[in-house]
């Protein structure tokens, strides 16, 4: 079945969306390879920070656990590549807002959900680049797929499933309020959530009264997954609680996002 003339007549049909989502994440890719800061933070940070601590803790954890660290910092960084992307695009997004160009995009006869289905395509594709180049830095350390191409393939899917969750939340406090600290909330965020996880050290090295947090937060899941998928282990039920975690981001504030978003586009 073809998209007829009259399904983009109508800014409500879903051949509209479709449309209309492709050429906003078209736009905003472009946007950001033409960018020098957004493509440092998305995809040359990650690198080297995946790198940097390579060469200071060596192979202490590894010592100390008795597994391959490596196998646990690249799903870290990944995550951490995913998480500070998505802060860039939430400030784009501001910036879009304070601009008017959302207002001009919402008085144009497009369909309403398009700006929020593109971005949201546009920080999936961002999230399979980054993985990309945090892996061809984690093959250069000793990083391998030991568990076959399916596995490996399979890896991909859990970091676009925690970037979803994540970029609902940052899309939320961006539409939140213009006066509203968003890099500095954010940033907050991530950094709790990135050195309170399993892909430094085990759950069970943190303090006793830390690890229920350590272990159930979706940092933790999704490292727990992509260490499964590349090295070994449980991978369906870390990879589940990965996909509940988002499914109940997106369930809570789905709605508070499209409004948020509307009213960024009404008033900006």
Known sequence: MTDTAADF?????????????????????????????????????????????????????????????????????????????????AVGLRAERESGLLGRFHTLPVHRFSGLVGRLTAEIVRVIATTVVILVAGFALGFRFTQGPVAAVLFFAVPVVFTVGFATIVT????????????????????????????????????????????????????????????????????LQTAAWTVGIVAVLMVPVVHGYRRAAETG
Not at 173 to 197: Q, Y
Request: charged content about 10%; glycine content about 8%; some cysteine.
């Open 9 to 89: 007549l109508d800014e409500r049909s879903f051949a509209a969306l479709r449309h209309h989502s492709g050429l906003q994440c078209g736009r905003l890719l472009r946007r950001w390879t033409r960018d020098p800061a957004a493509m440092i933070q998305a995809l040359v940070y990650p690198a080297f920070t995946l790198v940097m601590l390579r060469i200071v803790l060596g192979d202490s954890i590894t010592a100390a656990t008795g597994s391959p660290s490596i196998f646990g910092t690249v799903p870290l960084i990944v995550l951490v590549g995913a998480m500070f992307g998505s802060v860039v695009s």
């Open 172 to 239: 939320f406090l961006a539409t939140l309020s213009t006066k509203l600290p968003l890099v500095e909330v954010v940033s907050a965020l991530c950094t709790l959530l990135m050195f309170f996880n399993s892909g430094f050290v085990p759950v069970a090295a943190y303090p006793g009264w830390l690890q229920p947090f350590v272990a159930g937060q979706p940092m933790s899941l999704a490292v727990d997954a992509m260490r499964g998928l590349s090295y070994g282990g449980p991978v369906l039920v870390p990879f």
